[in-house]
């Protein structure tokens, strides 16, 4: 008995590790970016990377998207994609 409440924790806790990272993934832009910019998934920098971010380090609306632009392959200005969608 106890082995099988176990192995249904470990089957519970998968699941729900899938399921929310399915839903994460599916959530549209709620707004778009200015020209000369791209959109991008928000995610945050941990541990070293190459480039300088200018602006901001969040995503401001919550929609999970970001504009960002490439000044130099150093340098990478952020913003938040809140204009309205076309």
Do not use: R, W
Not at 23 to 44: I, V
Not at 77 to 85: A, F, R, V
């Amino acid at each position: 008995m106890k082995k099988m409440v176990s192995i249904l924790m470990i089957v519970l806790l998968v699941s729900i590790l899938f399921t929310s990272t399915a839903f994460a993934s599916e959530n549209p832009p709620t707004g778009s970016c200015a020209k000369g910019f791209e959109l991008h998934p928000f995610m945050e920098h941990n541990g070293e990377h190459t480039h300088m971010h200018i602006g901001i380090d969040q995503d401001l609306n919550g929609d999970g998207y970001i504009c960002m632009k490439i000044v130099t392959p150093e340098l990478h200005l952020h913003l938040d994609n809140s204009l309205p969608l076309k």
